[in-house]
């Protein structure tokens, strides 16, 4: 139990065009979804929080209209990483948690964008 | 003070000892701690929680909590070369409404 998919695993795009990484909760329903970023030999950084049909909770630093989160559903959350460039180039990881706030969160295996 | 602080390590202990991995947290009210493991190149994936004072076992993972000190340890039993990874310890903060991990201690099981 508690699987959460991502989906693409991997994605290469041009600088300026956008990407949508889209967060599943396979086989439970996630009340609040987190999407954290981590960039090499560094620690897992949380970007955003996310509660079904709710605005996400953004980080301080995090810009919200770069990184657009949708969590439509309570299965299903998006991240649109918009007019991407290089220094967006990152492992972004999702994670979904049945009950929010301190609950248990299940990790999705990551998306790792490459922006040329 | 960071409200997560682990060694980053590496720590490096042979096949077949004990592992010891060690976490302390600031929040005093937190109640419920997390351990995860990492892999290089691959996301989080959750070992044990615990949420009362004492030892929690699961095969050969356990998890100690002492809500007095403010320390949280795991212990990996007869490690193995498989469990080379970093173990990030999670509890939460920032108002409750989520978790607050470490930076993580990369353990390394050298043969």
């Keep these: 139990g508690a699987v959460v998919s991502q989906h693409p695993s991997r994605v290469i795009c041009k600088s300026g065009t956008s990407v949508k990484i889209e967060c599943r909760s396979l086989d439970f ?10 960039f090499p030999k560094q620690s897992l950084m949380l970007m ?16 919200k209209d770069k990184f657009l989160i949708n969590h439509a559903s309570l299965t ?3 991240l649109t990483v918009t007019s991407a460039h290089p220094e967006d180039s990152s492992f972004y990881i999702c994670s979904a948690s049945q009950y929010g706030g301190a609950d248990t969160q299940y990790f999705g295996p990551g998306t790792r964008l490459t922006v040329l | 003070q960071k409200e997560v602080e ?9 096949e077949g000892a004990i592992a ?3 976490c302390t947290y600031s929040d005093r ?3 419920s701690f997390f351990w995860y493991r990492q892999y290089s190149g691959k996301s989080p994936e959750l070992i044990m929680f615990i949420y009362s004072n004492g030892d929690k076992e699961d095969g050969r993972f356990t998890a100690q909590l002492n809500k007095a000190s403010q ?14 990874a970093t173990y990030l310890c ?10 607050t991990f470490g930076t993580g201690t990369q353990l390394k099981v050298e043969l």
């Design chain 1, 29 to 38: 329903q996630a009340t609040t979804m987190f999407w954290y970023r981590q």
């Design chain 1, 48 to 63: 955003a929080t996310s509660n079904e049909g709710s605005k996400a909770t953004y980080e301080q630093g995090v810009e």
């Design chain 1, 76 to 78: 299903l959350s998006t």
């Design chain 2, 6 to 14: 682990q060694n980053s390590g590496p720590l490096s202990v042979p």
């Design chain 2, 20 to 22: 010891s991995l060690n």
């Design chain 2, 29 to 31: 009210g937190s109640q």
């Design chain 2, 71 to 84: 320390y949280v340890s795991l212990l990996i039993r007869d490690s193995q070369p498989s469990d080379s």
């Design chain 2, 90 to 99: 999670a509890c939460p903060g920032g108002g409750g409404n989520k978790l």
